[in-house]
């Protein structure tokens, strides 16, 4: 009984340790690193799920893991897909635009226009989340 309540006792301690070494690592894992262009913008911590497609002005892949997108009425909007495989800042986007809106659901698909094999897979996006503009500073 004592030796089986030890290996219980020693087992747990060994998963509590397993535990805090897993979480310390992840919280020293990189991250993301924001785009040169996202220090112009404050993040509002606004989300969207989806946006009015006659809105959408230009949509602006910055790196693997972030995009901008420009609408009218000086509206940005920031996507960071949580996997978006093959996902560069040389490639462009497509979408389905006959529902009139890009959703969180909708099926994004990556071009790269100047290859003869243009289309280069899809992805979804998860959230919208609005920007502010920051101020010019003198």
């Avoid at 897993?22 to 404050?42: G, H, M, R, V």
């Avoid at 495989?85 to 040389?90: F, M, P």
Wanted: glycine fraction near 6%; hydrophobic fraction near 35%.
């Amino acid at each position: 009984m004592t030796k089986t309540v030890s290996a219980r006792i020693g087992a747990a301690v060994a998963v509590a340790c397993g535990l805090t070494l897993a979480s310390a690592w992840a919280a020293d894992a990189p991250k993301t690193e924001d785009a040169p262009e996202l220090a112009n913008y404050t993040r509002t911590g606004k989300y969207e799920l989806c946006l009015t497609n006659n809105r959408i002005r230009q949509i602006q892949i910055l790196n693997r893991k972030q995009i901008l997108i420009y609408m009218n009425g000086n509206e940005t909007y920031l996507v960071e897909p949580s996997y978006c495989a093959g996902l560069s800042k040389g490639l462009a986007v497509s979408y389905d635009a006959s529902l009139n809106k890009l959703c969180n659901t909708s099926i994004v698909n990556l071009l790269d226009p100047g290859s003869p094999v243009p289309s280069r897979g899809g992805c979804s996006f998860d959230k919208f989340e609005k920007l502010e503009k920051k101020p010019k500073q003198n």
